[in-house]
């Protein structure tokens, strides 16, 4: 009896040292009859492992999740893409666009990858999730872009600041007190930019050599097209 107990205690002991050696990172459980095995912890062990988030029958570690949302994070960012809403309901390939900027000029063609200039207040739209178009005159060189956003209350009245300390205001014509206009000024002249700020929050902006004055027929035009499209209410 004695014997058989002894026995007992030594193959339990000397499955655990086993563990310890070779399992410490898996955990091994041992009952005191010593009936688990090496071969029955190893398998804890593998199923341990595909636990752990990589899914060795496809080779591919899941997306970390996202600590506000708890989803993968590129799921986070393919939604904040796609459910982003248009800032105003009129497209740069709109036949109605198209008809006012080749009233500007015959030759302007539309630029998909129309980038604004640094430091412009058109690049300062477009970081803003504001939209911009651009058409250029290959034969000239003339181009004509505009843009529209709706910032923040902060960063829209900070905006505006920024405009007003460079521009000359300007009125509109049939837009009323709820508009802000401003003709920016470079050199003491003209600079082909009006920026216009409105009552519901919108920054719109428009920029072309081809407008001679803040008040010329096809700037007027322009802004005229974009204010008609602004969301209401």
Known sequence: MRASRATGIRAATGVAALCLVTLSSAGCAVSAGGS????????????????????????????????????????????????????????????????????????????????PDPGSFTQQIVSLGGMVCGWSDAGSGATLSFAVAQPSPDDLAAA?????????????GGQGPSVDAYAVVAGGAFAGDLEVFTAEGYWLSTVSPLYKTPESAEAADVLALLLQYLPSG
Do not use: K, Y
């Open 160 to 172: 505006q600041a920024s405009v007003a300390a460079e521009s000359t205001p300007v009125e509109l």
């Open 36 to 115: 688990d095995s090496p071969a029955s912890a190893a398998g804890a062990a593998s199923d341990a492992g595909h636990d752990s988030g990589h899914d060795s029958s496809r080779g591919a570690t899941a997306a970390p999740a996202s600590p506000a949302t708890g989803v993968p994070a590129t799921d986070t960012a393919a939604r904040s893409t796609t459910d982003a809403a248009p800032v105003i309901d009129l497209a740069c390939d709109d036949p109605e666009v198209a008809d006012v900027i080749m009233a500007v000029d015959s030759e302007l063609f539309a630029e998909p990858q129309f980038a």
